[in-house]
């Protein structure tokens, strides 16, 4: 096989180079597969003014903004995924500019969704829901041209149209990667697919590296080929506290212990210490949810692909 | 809210969606409306969310999000919102919808977004999510709401997250909403609420 | 499981209750799962008037219009799959309306692709290729409106859009259905996801009927969901001799027996008669074709998932 | 045509090819000339068709065409048409893009679709296929032609199946075809042509 290998990288290095200080990151998952490892990582390495791109932000956006590492978010959803519990960090900011202001533009999924579409193809636009009357047809922050509207040549109604978004980098989490960085993924996508495509550069974060014969085997669950890889990350739970189909379940427990206890800035500061700065790496992370609880939340026991 | 108010309004729910049918669900409590509706008496539903997951049995855990990927589980298709969003619900191959509304206006405009103005508003909600989408493409639209606070229902939401008739039904036909897209009924604790020609909410029926 | 099981029918019964005179069809695949047995059984019952629809059209779409039951083609690409052999029927219906004058409607493979992708979503047009200066932009036969230009409201260059198609039929090759009519294919898919999605009514004529679970396993391999399926046909080696990825092998020999054969119109009818009317049922075509050949074409010698 | 001058042209189209390069073929001698460079000088470069297969590595049998799916075996990536076509093709992730240009004008316009008049052709070729993408979308866009016929060379093609230049040069950017597309050579049997600023074919260098 005559493949380019990509760089295999650690989280460590893999934010030291491709996230500097003002970075435009578009992050993967969609309250599933969420790369949390990657912005605890972010956090310890006192990132600032990260312009953030994530469709569902959850938790993870929810540590960005309440570390002070986001100046600016693009996204349709910010909430703990786990019922009724709000993203707290981002309410602070949003409410009263807790740690610090933060600017934030809005576009529904479906929106954002095309949006990503649009960039992946460089398409100049595409159709997309009709929103007008919404607000975030009407609130523009810093994407003033996120959307318009067109008449089709062909008759009708008038048609909404959203902006290509082309993010400048994309750190997505991932089941699988060979050394040539094809990235596989089990169960329902989202967005993936093409939010991978619209990105300028891309790092995968992947629950396994497997030989390229175990991907040439299910060729179907490849989301991202090679050539759209710019680096591979190999970070066993990269995901948790939210589920990763087929190796993990999402963790409940750890989502209502991060509700409560990032309900006042102190708690949070408490949090990071003891989740994140207190852990030094994400294995350090996992080691501190302990065995027992991995074990719980493991959805096989063994792997089975 | 006493507890058998809101065995009601689940129930209430639950009992607008038919067997058979294919029904997109939100957040909330959509989803457990609809685990309840296949417990029931519509054993033969079909629920399809926005991450492309369609769920055509009743799975062995209920999910806490349509996130929660206890709702894959036995799935017969796991594809993409393109599909979930588009190709199934913007195309009307989905014929019932169900959004939650907790801030819900008289033209049936829900707000998730901002209590009061957009950049320091008093309260900040989770946003859009895939809602908007549910209430601009969705068929057959059902509104829920658990609450009973006369602040859950202002005359205007401060912020039109998921559109109902906006100012009124001619509205979306003009901005190009499709025809049959449009909330049709709103259950909340109290009872049933439907919507006249001009899109404005009215008192279908109360719960005794 | 509570689910709506499909009527499964016979190719027959398909074609009489689906196909009937003048209907509007695509058929699906790309060369390769191209539902060949389907064409047979619309030549056997002597189907007039059909209003084809075939991204590329190879021998299926070639036997169609040379047994004279095509009316109107809308496709890309018409041609014997093997290599310099013209698709001879097609050639002389064009060039000499021999048997019949058909009337034909072209665009470009991406600019098809689009439409039905615009067709899938009811989006009211999709972005496409320029087109601009090509003869499928000027030329225009039964779909006057197929193409046509507008300005982003973001500025740039015009953009070329593709109305959206929504065929009134589709009849897709797939690998593998359940009772309720979820519908696998394995491999490459051109434009079938969105292809199906677009049609109003749906039939799948699949290699094998397999239970639920055996769906389950795999449900990213899912290309139409239940609900979208109308009826469903167990036959299988339906896309002979194109390939049916992981079954069978595409057949170049019967291809080239084909060139040969439909070289002249007599050399044609021989072929039908040989091939379509003789064997009276896709099983008796595959009897005819022989053990041998058959166990030649399978890619492995027994079912391997 | 002799042997030697037709193994010159797969050559010297295959040499074009470097190593390491996303390649996008099409149908017939371009999917031969990127097997003799992943043979010879390019075992690195990584093939995508229009049906969705990346090919990274020397397939066990020659594919008869982009959709024989002897093409697909061991591929890591198989995916559809909306990937190949505009993700990776339109969106310039393909580096180099190879057609066949079987009649082909001064400005680089390829025919494959009739010879004559559109509704009643002296010749009626297969038509477009992926081929109009190829050469609309496709960054350093190789024609290749095993003609040494002079009809496959006419002033101006009767049906511009695959753009090239048009009328000249301006019409690509006028007509919304990205910078970046559009021929860059066509390699015959005779020689290896090239495109100057008015997009017009010049010689760029003959077989000795």
Redesign the interface.
Known sequence: MNVREKPILTLQEAVRRFVPDGQELLLGGFAFSDPTAVAHEIIRQGRRGLRVIKSSGGVLVDQLIGAGCAAQLLSCHIWNSVGPVPAHCFRRAIERERPAPIAIEELSYGALSMALLAGACDFPFMPTTPLQGTGHFTERTFWPDKLGVVRSPFGGEPVTVVSPLKPELGIFHVHRVDRAGNAQVFGPLGETRFAMAACRRLVVVAEELVDADVIRGRPELTVAPSFLVDAVVIEPWAAHPSDSYGYYYRDLAHHALYGEMSRTEDGFQRYLEEWVFGTQTHSGFIRTLGDARVRELMTRKEPWW | MDASRFERFLLTGARCIPD?T?VFVGF?WPMLMARVARRLHA??I?V???????E??LTALLP??P????A?E??????????S????L????VEMTVLEAPIVDRHGNVNT??VGT???????L????????LA??GRGLLLVSASTDRRSYPERVD?????GY??GAD?R??????PGSGPQILVNPLGMFRFDGRGEMYTAALHP
């Open positions: 058979a294919v909330h054993p033969g079909i399809v969310y926005e991450n492309g997951i369609v055509d049995h806490t999000s996130c929660d990927l206890v894959a036995g799935a017969p298709m796991c594809a993409g919102c393109f599909e969003l588009y190709m199934w913007g195309a009307g191959r977004s901002v957009y950049h320091r508003p008093k309260v900040r989770p946003g859009s999510g895939g809602g908007t989408e601009s493409l912020y039109v997250t998921s559109p906006l100012e509205d036909e003009r901005l190009g909403y499709k």
